[in-house]
């Protein structure tokens, strides 16, 4: 039997309609969480969560660009729930290019999807989770950030940027009772994914020790497991799950 809507923890993922947030909404929500989620589009899984869980599962458009609507929509998320226990900075936009070629405004509109925007949303979220008295902020890296790869230099820079923000957030808020990680994946299949060729993939396969790529589910279970109460000792921690690739 699912939790009362009072008593049902509450969390925030951004981008819940595809790829890795999608799996992390369908995941909460079928373990009783309530889960506010936004994208710039709608599609047929946001439709069916809004008829599934018409009290626990909240959908609006919200573009990573736009910082005052990410704070409003954190704000009235706590409002629509009564509570915050958990956020997701899911969200992210992959552009590749070699740096030397890559324009001033593309610099800057990448930095301010990957970096600016989860801070943005995790101030908000934040403030939230202290006033309730703790909380839980995965923030979903890419390995990219700990390993140099050509054409992603600027996407490369905003992940790091996110774990370093995970570190000294985590000893900010510590005391307040919120949890600050960062889980940091190498290659799953999703949209992001799509175009890297069969070459690519049959490389990434070869220079896995475990010899295979990751599943989205894999990567969900960590951030999962980053997520709730089962690691409620570890915080500003990076988890980097990549079969070993950059080991
Ligand atoms: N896939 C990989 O191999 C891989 C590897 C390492 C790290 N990651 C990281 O893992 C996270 C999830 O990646 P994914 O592969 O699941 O991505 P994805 O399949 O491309 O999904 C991205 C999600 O974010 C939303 N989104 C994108 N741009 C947005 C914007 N400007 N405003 C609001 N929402 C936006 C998308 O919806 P709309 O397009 O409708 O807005 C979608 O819901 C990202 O942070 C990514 O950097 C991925």
């Not at 992390?24 to 309530?34: F, I, K, N, T």
């Not at 005052?68 to 009564?82: H, T």
Request: glycine letters at 10%.
């Amino acid at each position: 039997m699912s939790a009362a809507p009072a008593d049902r923890r509450v969390a925030l993922v951004s981008g819940g309609s595809r790829g890795l947030g999608r799996v992390l909404v369908e995941r909460l929500l079928a373990d009783g969480w309530s889960v506010s989620t936004f994208s710039r589009t709608s599609n047929d899984f946001v439709t069916e969560m809004s008829d599934k869980y018409q009290d626990a599962f909240h959908w609006e458009s919200v573009d990573l660009s736009d910082s005052q609507g990410l704070r409003a929509f954190a704000r009235d998320s706590g409002k629509r729930f009564g509570r915050l226990d958990l956020l997701i900075n899911n969200a992210g936009v992959l552009h590749q290019e070699l740096f030397l070629t890559t324009a001033p405004g593309q610099m800057e509109d990448l930095i301010r999807v990957n970096l600016l925007a989860p801070l943005h949303l995790t101030q908000a979220c934040a403030r939230l989770m202290v006033r309730g008295g703790g909380g839980s902020i995965v923030n979903v890296s890419s390995i990219n950030a700990i390993r140099g790869y050509r054409g992603v230099s600027v996407y490369a820079a905003a992940k790091a940027g996110l774990e370093g923000l995970g570190r000294s957030m985590a000893r900010e808020l510590g005391p307040q009772g919120v949890r600050v990680n960062t889980l940091t994946p190498g290659f799953f299949d999703s949209d992001m994914t799509a175009d890297v060729t069969s070459r690519n993939r049959e490389r990434i396969q070869r220079r896995t020790p475990l010899g295979r790529l990751g599943t989205v589910d894999e990567i969900a279970d960590a951030v999962l497991f980053l997520a709730t109460p089962r690691s409620r000792f570890i915080t500003g921690q990076t988890m980097v799950i990549d079969g070993g690739i950059t080991c």
